[in-house]
């Protein structure tokens, strides 16, 4: 289902550094940028330290270049150049479904949990049918998750799904409920159509360093003809 108040694609880039200038690239990362405005941008912390995930909503492929090439992208770019450990990692995105309507047009809450998994082809329409009434069942009557969207991946050397869940209470309290024996049925279940099986089921907490909301109203979307 298509939802316009969600951010139709998103452009998720990945930023890791080491343990001196992890700081650096905190501080650069959480500064406002002019394109804030009409590219709405959050900014992650991975739980471990390790790395930040920013997360970029885009109306249409067509802007994507407008946005790379934006002078003020390009300017944070340099003042991270030599503050990373890796190369900066990209990926596009395609919103597919919301399970649970979240507040802004991308992921924005304190804390968010990312969960991938990769489906061959010929099972993705059965894995859909099939998680309407398991996944989606279960996470529409959680109350401490306040958004819950899927994406699919468009470029990406790491193609399957990606999962946002989004909250604002302790990841603890969020990871009980992907544990108890009602969601590791569920688990089990999805063995037969995640490639490699549960063990390549990959989820992550964050916690929010940045997001365009908290310091600017954003009353002009995207719109493209």
Not at 31 to 54: C, G, I, L, M
Not at 123 to 128: A, F, I, S
Not at 199 to 224: A, C, E, I, P, W
């Amino acid at each position: 289902m298509k939802n316009s108040e969600i951010a139709h694609y998103i452009l998720s880039t990945t930023y890791k550094a080491d343990a001196d200038t992890f700081h650096i690239v905190e501080e650069i990362l959480n500064q406002p940028r002019s394109t804030d405005d009409f590219f709405p941008r959050s900014v992650y912390k991975d739980a471990d330290d390790s790395h930040f995930v920013e997360i970029v909503g885009i109306d249409s492929l067509s802007l994507l270049d407008e946005y790379l090439e934006d002078n003020d992208t390009l300017l944070n770019e340099s003042k991270l150049r030599d503050q990373l450990t890796y190369d900066i990692r990209r990926e596009v995105i395609r919103h597919q479904d919301t399970v649970k309507s979240i507040n802004n047009w991308i992921p924005s809450t304190e804390n968010i949990q990312m969960r991938y998994i990769e489906v061959p082809l010929y099972l993705l329409d059965e894995y859909h049918q099939w998680r309407d009434g398991t996944i989606f069942k279960n996470v529409s009557g959680r109350d401490e998750i306040t958004g819950f969207t899927a994406y699919h991946s468009v470029i990406s050397n790491v193609p399957g799904v990606t999962f946002f869940v989004e909250f604002d209470c302790a990841p603890e309290v969020i990871n009980e409920g992907f544990t108890n024996a009602e969601y590791r049925r569920i688990v089990k279940d999805a063995n037969s159509y995640i490639v490699g099986g549960n063990q390549n089921l990959y989820t992550r907490f964050y916690g929010k360093v940045y997001s365009s909301y908290d310091s600017v109203n954003l009353n002009n979307k995207q719109k493209v003809a």
